[in-house]
């Protein structure tokens, strides 16, 4: 009989990719049955341990490790990414009953090490040999207890309770390194130099676990969260074997990305930072299916077109992005210019006409000016040669000044532009 804890890891595996996000009632088991073998609460009434910081970031509390367990994809992807790089190997035709264990080094295991250890009834001590580091004495502690349970020790080739970052790893000894030691964006966990000190303990043929985690910057429409319709703007940094091998060799240059600002749609207005991870092959967490990978939205920024954002990692004892970008004021969306304002084509209401357009696309302008301006309107539309209402979908369409100035002075050759600062 498995254990049953056994039992779940196995539905995991087993179950299509499209059904994992429906197995709380699973992990709820899990997490229970991990608690009843080593006795962690992980809803204690006062939160007693703290977080303990280290050089390049915070190593979270036994605790707050052990509620990672709960959330549902993240898990799941993890333990079936791990599996997978696990019995790629096994499964090699290059392997044979000689081959000696694969050496596994799992950095920062928290209580339950369940990114592997309730993998291990399925492994033989033959097939894998597991280094276990952890900062947390606690969590080792209780991670022991479940080694026992699982009556998988012979698996285990040591277990140090060190911070990873000061740890001598062997060179070129693991065929895997896995470590689940960030959040979105990789701030202020150490999962950059957690890598970067690791990277040459894997052997050529090596990977890291997760292979690739990318942070990129996209534009998002006016307060939607609809990842089809985003405009993407471009990769801010990758954490992955060839970047963690430059950022240990000293050259830092990956950390530094300048995306250009292309042009888009006005109503593009929130700048959006995405995390992606590669566990192992097609084992992927996109945007917004664990606390890993949920985006960070700021609203209402409105780039410069043609301006450059610029982004840098910085991996001190806080890790985090630094980021500067260039906001429009060719368009103040906020306040419409004055109806006597005459800047676009010498013509009263124009500039603030095709302010009012873009306030309408974003939902914003005031209903009551809507009603009352409705004269003043018209008025503007047959002094710009538009005609009413043919011409209104093209006009809602233009989604730049540019082009707005451009249609118009097509309709109306008699226009000239007198909008020096729109
Ligand atoms: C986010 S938890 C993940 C726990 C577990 N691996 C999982 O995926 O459920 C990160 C773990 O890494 C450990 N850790 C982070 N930085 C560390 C460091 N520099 N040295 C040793 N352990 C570290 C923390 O103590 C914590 O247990």
């Given at each position: 009989m498995p254990h049953p804890l056994t039992r779940i890891i196995c539905q995991y595996l087993d179950s299509?990719?499209?059904?994992?996000?429906?197995h709380k009632p699973l992990i709820d088991e899990m997490c229970a049955i991990l608690c009843n073998i080593?006795?962690?609460?992980?809803?204690?009434?006062?939160?007693?341990e703290r977080n303990t910081a280290t050089a390049k970031g915070n190593a979270v509390s036994p605790v707050v490790a052990g509620r990672c367990a709960w959330e549902i994809l993240r898990s799941q992807v993890f333990i079936r990414g791990v599996y997978a790089a696990i019995r790629e190997r096994l499964d090699s035709p290059d392997r044979d009953a000689d081959s000696t264990p694969l050496n596994i080094l799992y950095a920062g295991t928290g209580p339950?090490?369940?990114?592997i250890v309730p993998l291990?009834?399925?492994?033989s001590a033959k097939e894998v040999q597991i280094t276990l580091l952890d900062i947390h004495d606690r969590s080792l502690t209780l991670l022991n207890k479940l080694i026992d349970e699982l009556d998988v020790r012979d698996r285990i080739a040591a277990i140090h309770c060190t911070d990873i970052l000061k740890w001598p790893a062997p060179v070129a000894h693991y065929d895997l390194v896995v470590s689940e030691t960030m959040t979105a964006m990789l701030k202020a966990e150490p999962q950059v130099a957690i890598f970067a000190h690791l990277v040459s303990a894997l052997k050529p043929s090596g990977s890291l676990i997760p292979e690739q985690i990318q942070v990129n910057a996209s534009l998002l429409a006016a307060g939607t969260f609809d990842e089809q319709s985003a405009i993407p703007l471009g990769r801010m940094f990758s954490l992955d074997r060839q970047t963690a091998l430059a950022i240990a060799s000293g050259?830092?240059?990956?950390?530094s990305a300048q995306l250009v600002i292309l042009e888009h749609p006005a109503h593009y207005t929130d700048l959006q930072f995405t995390t992606e991870i590669v566990v192992y092959g097609d084992h992927r967490l996109t945007r917004g299916q664990c606390s890993l990978t949920m985006p960070f939205t700021r609203h209402k920024v409105r780039l410069e077109i043609g301006s450059t954002l610029e982004s840098r990692y910085v991996l001190n004892d806080r890790p985090d992005f630094e980021i500067r970008y260039k906001v429009t004021n060719a368009v103040n969306y906020d306040t419409p210019a004055?109806?006597?304002?005459?800047?676009?084509?010498?013509?009263?209401h124009a500039k603030r006409l095709w302010q009012k357009v873009q306030l309408l696309k974003l939902n914003r302008l005031d209903p009551g000016i809507v009603q009352s301006e409705q004269d003043l309107d018209l008025q503007c539309y047959r002094a710009l040669g538009l005609q009413y209402p043919d011409d209104l979908a093209e006009l809602f369409s233009k989604d730049s000044l540019s082009d707005f100035e451009s249609w118009v002075m097509t309709r109306n050759q008699s226009l000239t532009n007198h909008s020096a600062v729109s």
């Open positions: 299509p990719v499209e059904t994992l996000a429906n080593t006795g962690m609460d992980l809803n204690p009434t006062v939160m007693s339950f090490g369940l990114l291990l009834p399925l492994l050259d830092e240059r990956c950390f004055d109806s006597s304002d005459c800047s676009m084509f010498g013509i009263p």
